[in-house]
């Protein structure tokens, strides 16, 4: 079993709805789970105390996307590891998502 106790996760997702869900699933296995409104919350946070692993939403209002996120993040920390999660993933998203340098697309809802 992997120790989750020292894995800082940040999260940013649109919905708040579905921010808690999945930040319960990922409580409950041991996260420890940071949660942010959008992804310029994120940076801002992320260039204050970098982590190792980040989910994102794809689409935000403010014009800054988890797509833009995961560029800048993995310009600064190569070793962060980011995933997308998407309510229209297709290949073409998928294809996008990598070349960017997430690990994966998730479909939502996240069921972890």
């Known amino acids: 079993m992997v120790n989750t106790s020292n894995l800082h996760i940040y999260l940013a997702a649109r919905k708040r709805d579905e921010a808690s869900q999945i ?3 990922l409580v409950l296995d041991g996260f420890d789970v940071s949660v942010f409104p959008n992804a310029s919350a994120l940076w801002e946070a992320f ?13 935000f209002s403010d014009n800054f ?11 600064r920390v190569p070793s ?3 995933f997308l999660v998407s309510g ?25």
């Open 80 to 82: 962060c590891k980011a």
């Open 47 to 59: 260039q204050q105390k970098p982590t190792r692993f980040i989910i994102t939403d794809r689409r």
């Open 23 to 25: 930040e319960d699933k």
């Open 88 to 112: 229209d993933a297709s290949p073409e998203l998928e294809a996008e998502a990598r070349a960017a340098g997430a690990v994966d697309v998730l479909p939502k809802p996240c069921d972890f």
């Open 65 to 75: 996307s988890g797509l833009d996120l995961t560029r800048r993040l993995l310009a």
